[in-house]
């Protein structure tokens, strides 16, 4: 589904990816650790598309098409959705309307007709009952006035909402009480199916207790240095990070000697 | 003035004015004040001349380019008149209930009374006036004793150009009466038309007047053509530099209204300018508030008319008023829309609010000048002014400038000036969700003018305001040429 070779990335002219590579199948759950300042959220907004990162050398291919060619509304729509690290709130577009224009601008590039008002409306509501969201949507602004803890589950809803074959979440977890992470993570894990996949970037192992990964990669100073099964997270949990920096850099000052 | 000497506007006015002021003109009926404040509103408009970038209020706003044309000046004597109202007789009607289409507010639950060339022909036999209200022609006004007095000299309007002007050279308008205690059911909505098929100087003058414990609720919607005149290649705008009247006519429009909230009166006001290209509006209103009185002004201005000056003066005239002013204007093409306001605090325990928000796209050009004056006397009082601005293209301008006055001690004001783009995180976080640029940039305006339109009591009024507001969307965010 997602091919990422070699991904170079910089953003105001500082490289901040240096060569990620990494192969995500259908149905595949993969957790993205690593230290702050590694280059984890930057990975998610380069898939995302944000406009300031800028890709200097490798590929991404989206289920066979050339991911960084398309418009982010464009990489949406095809199935790409990222469940931000600091949702934004944006006064005087409702919740609602915003919904209603997502769903039916997906829909309307996958040429499927509009879901009339009362279609949206119920689904609406059973997607809000399968996330367990249950705050008023209707005649209240996208996230303005929502605790931390509402902002990462009305992402949810819309990830419920919009079924990406392929969703992002950037550290969801951050901010969550136990009560709320435990929410998002049956949330996520109902929506998880052999149909689409999930990436989730996270620096606590408590998230991956909830939502199980198939992978578990460890990011570092732009790299992926370690990959491994769901044990990895629990040896990081215990160990930290230091020993695959030392690692890291060991590495790096043997290729620097062999060359 | 020597500067005048190139404007041929100004001989038509004075010649204009000498014709209205003759013994065959349509002013020889009115009372000899009546004649002497025209007399020496004259007078003083002679001596002020059009505005120039000299003049501080007309810093931004050069008007010179659009003064070049020759007009013809309505209802000066009885050819112009008769031509403004018949010329081209079936053209002109056609393009009347246009506009009077394009004017119409579904589902809008209201009284409505249409004026073309700001003349009124007086109540047809299908329409219902609200009770309590008496409506009249200022043509009949104006020579009605009980209500003369009302255009008898004022020092008020004599203070600039445009109002000068008109109260020389006024014939007609709409003259509102609410009667104490009158509280209408349904808002009387006003179409102002404007259509000529020769350039024409139109200045109507309104009075409204609400007596004590009344309230009204006003809806006006001006529109007026674009002066395409079916020739299809040569729009308006082109050949600015020529005397040529190929492209269809261009009509000015002065417009004056006085309004006078009497004591524990309440008057809503709304003002939407759709007005089409070709047209150059400039509109001045000044409201008196008394005791107690609360005055809401909602002003919208959309793309069309080349030119747009909106001036509103109020003059808080007694305590413990209250006075809401909410301005939106969506500018686009090469529009040079300018509002003016005045709120002038002269007795004590006023509130007055004023929020301006505007969105410019393509060339044009907004000026916004608030001014809020706190006299001495007037302790206790409460203003507050705001104007934000989204500027989207690279080629608008908009300038900014809010002016305080405060001469009391025992006062809360503020009032503040922002101008920025969209921001970058909503448009990614609306794209991200698989929604087009042009959508979102369209949920963003919407988003930036709710504001001012949540604050629109009436839900008819309200969706008509967003409608047309989506009626710009998408936006083009590329600069025109």
């Known amino acids: 589904m997602l091919s990422i070779k070699n991904l170079h990335a910089e953003v105001e002219e500082k490289q901040i990816l240096k060569g990620i590579n990494l192969e ?86 996958k040429n499927l007709p509009p879901l009339d008002a009362k279609e949206f409306l119920r689904l609406t509501k059973e997607k809000q009952k399968l996330v367990e969201f249950d705050a008023r949507l209707v005649n209240r602004s996208l996230n303005e006035g929502f605790s931390g803890g509402e902002k990462k589950r009305n992402e949810i809803l819309q990830l419920a909402m919009l079924e990406p074959e392929l969703a992002i979440l950037d550290e969801t977890d951050s901010g969550l009480d136990i009560d709320a992470l435990r929410i998002v993570s049956k949330g996520v894990n109902k929506l998880r199916s052999d149909k689409n996949a999930f990436i989730i970037i996270t620096h606590y192992q408590r998230l991956l207790e909830y939502i199980v990964p198939d992978f578990v990669h460890v990011l570092y100073d732009g790299r992926i240095v370690k990959s491994g099964t769901k044990d990895l997270a629990l040896e990081l949990e215990e160990k930290g990070y230091d020993w695959l920096k030392e690692e890291a850099h060991g590495k790096g000052s043997l290729e620097t000697a062999a060359i | ?219 006006e919607s001006v529109v007026s053509g674009d002066g395409a005149a079916g020739s299809g290649a040569s729009g308006p705008g082109q050949g600015a530099g020529g005397a040529q009247v190929g492209g269809g006519a261009k009509i000015f429009v002065n417009s004056l209204m006085e309004i006078i909230v009497q004591p524990d009166a309440r008057m809503d006001h709304t003002i939407i300018q759709t007005s089409g290209k070709a047209t150059r509006l400039v509109q001045h209103i000044t409201v008196r508030q008394k005791r107690q009185s609360l005055y809401n002004n909602f002003t919208f201005t959309f793309p069309g008319a080349d030119l747009v000056r909106n001036e509103l003066t109020l003059r808080l005239e ?66 507050f002014q705001q104007n934000n601005n989204l500027v989207i293209s690279k080629k608008a301008t908009i300038n900014s400038k809010p002016q305080l006055e405060i001469f009391a001690d025992d006062v809360k004001c503020s009032h503040g000036s922002t101008v920025g783009q969209f921001s970058e995180d909503a448009l990614f976080y609306l794209r991200a969700r698989g929604i087009g640029e042009d959508t979102a940039k369209g949920l963003l305006i919407n988003a930036f003018a709710f504001d001012i339109t949540e604050k629109i009591g009436i839900p008819a009024l309200r969706a008509h305001i967003n409608h047309l507001i989506e009626g710009q969307i998408p936006v083009t965010t590329e600069d025109l040429v």
């Open chain 1, 24 to 109: 995500v199948k259908a149905g595949e759950v993969h957790a993205i650790m690593g230290p702050n300042g590694s280059g984890k959220s930057s990975l998610a907004s380069v898939l995302a598309g944000r406009q300031n990162y800028i890709v200097t050398e490798g590929e991404v291919i989206f289920k066979g098409r050339n991911l960084l060619d398309q418009a982010p509304e464009v990489r949406a729509r095809e199935g790409l959705f990222l469940a931000f690290q600091y949702p934004i709130e944006i006064p005087g577009v409702s919740n609602i309307n915003f919904l209603k224009t997502a769903l039916s601008e997906i829909r309307a590039y």
């Open chain 2, 1 to 219: 003035m020597v500067q005048e000497l190139a404007i041929p506007l100004y001989d038509e006015v004075v010649n204009g004015f000498n014709k209205l002021l003759s013994d065959q003109g349509v002013t020889r009926q009115e009372s000899s004040s009546v004649r002497q404040a025209r007399q020496s509103a004259f007078e003083r408009f002679k001596e002020l001349g059009f505005p120039t970038t000299k003049n501080e209020d007309w810093k931004y706003t050069n008007i010179t380019r659009f003064l070049k044309d020759e007009f013809a000046i309505a209802g000066t004597d009885h050819s112009a008149a008769g031509h403004s109202a018949d010329g081209g007789h079936d053209s002109f009607t056609a393009t009347t209930a246009a506009l009077l289409e394009q004017s119409a507010i579904d589902a809008l639950d209201c009284y409505r009374i249409v004026l073309v060339n700001g003349v009124w022909h007086g109540k047809k036999a299908d329409e219902a006036y609200p009770s309590g209200v008496q409506l009249f022609t200022v043509a009949e006004a104006r020579l009605d004793p009980a209500f003369s007095g009302y255009f008898e000299r004022s020092a008020e309007f004599e203070k600039n150009h445009f109002t000068a002007l008109n109260a020389a050279l006024y014939t007609d308008g709409l003259f509102i009466r609410v009667g104490a205690g009158a509280s209408p059911d349904k808002p009387l909505h006003i179409v102002h038309v404007y259509t000529s098929a020769h350039n024409l100087l139109v200045q109507p003058r309104h009075v409204v007047l609400v007596n004590k414990n009344a309230s009204l609720s006003i809806i």
């Open chain 2, 318 to 383: 007694e305590e413990h008023t209250e006075s809401h002013l909410y301005g939106l204007y969506l500018l686009g093409g090469q529009q040079l829309v300018d509002n003016h306001t005045l709120v002038d605090h002269q007795k004590p325990s006023c509130h007055s609010n004023e929020l301006y928000k505007g969105v410019l796209l393509e060339k044009s050009v907004g000026v916004f000048n608030g001014k809020v004056y706190v006299h001495k006397d007037a302790q206790k009082t409460n203003a």
